[in-house]
């Protein structure tokens, strides 16, 4: 059999509970994608995800017969999911694609380890390891890793073709693992599939999109996109590049919404947000980030807080300050963390309690107060919010 490559010493994941019961059932087992990448880097480990040869009917046979909770999650591609120690590990057949189309791969399964690893997308992506920290990498994934290159498995032009979307994926791997110059031939090559971005799914660009935003500092990921005609292809909308530089230079957290809003800053929200398809919490949020941060003095401050909430008005003193709008932003974020939000006191009943009839003069009345409590800086309190209730239900009758 190939032995392995190296072998790394002391490594957590290998102590995982989860790792050690579904490993103990299928002893033939190896650790693959992500988390070996991870444990190579030092990194801390995400997902379990494990290959086997065996097939899936064997899988499910030996891990049940083992005591281990298991859910044919995807079958059709080969995959099932234990749950060990409360802890979902993806357990995948070992596969060799047969048939691309651009985005879908029809896969036979395999019991030849290297093939698997050559159907996977980037070097640092395609090693395998095995209980005893044995690492099986044959296309150089660590020193790619140490040196902070993605680099495809294989030919850039032709791995694209079978499947557009690891154009996306490499921004992604290059968000957070790439250092220096990014690899050139995939670069020609991504360039080159530009025009057949078009066959992706909005909730797949979407989903790549959110994970290159979500990258400590994905600053060059999407300098490589815009420089290669991949963003303007997926999201033309990013007209203000320079916003996203600076948000992230400023320290904002890493919060794909709050970049992709710094990105956009002319965007129609609800179209952005259908044509990409983001989720209705998703849309909700981007749309609260259209609102800019208040202009005016510490009443409309306090008004904006009542009205917002601390989460929404600090994220918009980001985006002001990422825009370049005079200010002293920080200072304002301290006094956002440091102000109580502002809660206007009364409700319908203490309307009704002065006398007024139920019915739509309740709520008029409700919102003129409230309207005039935020002018005055929503500080007033009880007492006078209801004085001024009382002077207008005696000024206009009950
Ligand atoms: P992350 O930490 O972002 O989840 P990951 O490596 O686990 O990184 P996944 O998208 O979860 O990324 O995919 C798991 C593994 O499956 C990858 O490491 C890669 O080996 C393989 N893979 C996933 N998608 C593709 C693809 N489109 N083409 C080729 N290989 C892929
Ligand atoms: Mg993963």
Redesign the pocket.
């Known amino acids: 059999m190939d032995p392995p490559a190296f072998r790394l010493a002391r490594l957590p994941v290998l102590d995982d509970p989860a790792f050690r019961r579904v490993h103990a059932a299928l002893p033939e087992a190896r650790l693959?994608?992500?988390?070996v990448?991870?444990a190579v880097a030092g990194r801390p480990i995400?997902?379990l995800?494990l290959a086997t040869p065996r097939v899936p009917e064997d899988v499910i046979a030996t891990l049940r017969a083992a005591g281990i909770p298991v859910v044919p999650t995807g079958l059709a591609h080969g995959t099932v999911t234990a749950v060990a120690d409360g802890r979902p590990v993806e357990i995948t057949t070992l596969r060799r694609d047969v048939a691309t189309d651009g985005r879908h791969a029809t896969v036979a399964f395999t019991t030849d380890w290297r093939e698997d690893a050559a159907?996977?997308?980037?070097t640092i992506?395609?090693m395998s390891m095995d209980a005893e920290g044995n690492v099986w990498d044959w296309f150089g994934g660590r020193d790619d890793l140490a040196q902070g290159v993605v680099r495809f498995v294989g030919d850039p032009a032709t791995r694209i073709a079978e499947?557009y979307?690891?154009a996306l994926?490499f921004f992604?791997?290059h968000a957070?693992y790439g250092r220096g110059a990014p690899d050139t031939a995939a670069l020609a090559a991504i360039r080159a599939a530009v025009p057949g971005l078009a066959i992706l799914s909005a909730e797949r660009v979407w989903s790549e999109l959110k994970?290159i935003l979500a990258a400590p500092d994905p600053r060059e990921a999407v300098r490589l996109m815009a420089e290669t005609g991949v963003l303007a292809a997926v999201l033309p909308e990013a007209v203000a590049r320079e916003r996203l530089d600076a948000l992230v230079a400023g320290g904002a957290p890493a919060d794909p919404l709050l970049r992709l809003a710094a990105l956009c800053p002319d965007a129609d929200v609800e179209r952005l947000a259908e044509r990409l398809k983001l989720s209705g919490a998703e849309t909700a949020t981007l749309a609260a980030l259209a609102d800019p941060a208040p202009a005016g003095d510490e009443r409309a401050w306090r008004a904006a807080l009542a009205s917002r909430g601390p989460e929404a008005l600090t994220a918009a003193t980001w985006l002001a300050e990422a825009e370049g709008r005079p200010g002293d932003w920080a200072a304002r974020r301290a006094w956002i963390a440091a102000t109580p939000r502002p809660v206007f006191p009364l409700r319908g009943a203490d309307v009704l309690a002065e006398g007024v009839p139920p019915g739509p003069r309740v709520g008029a009345i409700l919102a003129a107060l409230q309207r005039r409590w935020a002018e005055a800086g929503c500080r007033d309190e009880a007492e006078t919010v209801r004085r001024w209730l009382r002077e207008t239900v005696a000024a206009t009758g009950a």
Do not use: I
């Not at 159907?119 to 980037?122: E, V």
């Open positions: 693959v994608g992500g988390c990448r991870d995400a997902d995800d159907r996977r997308d980037f992506n395609a499947d979307l690891r994926r992604r791997f957070r994970r």
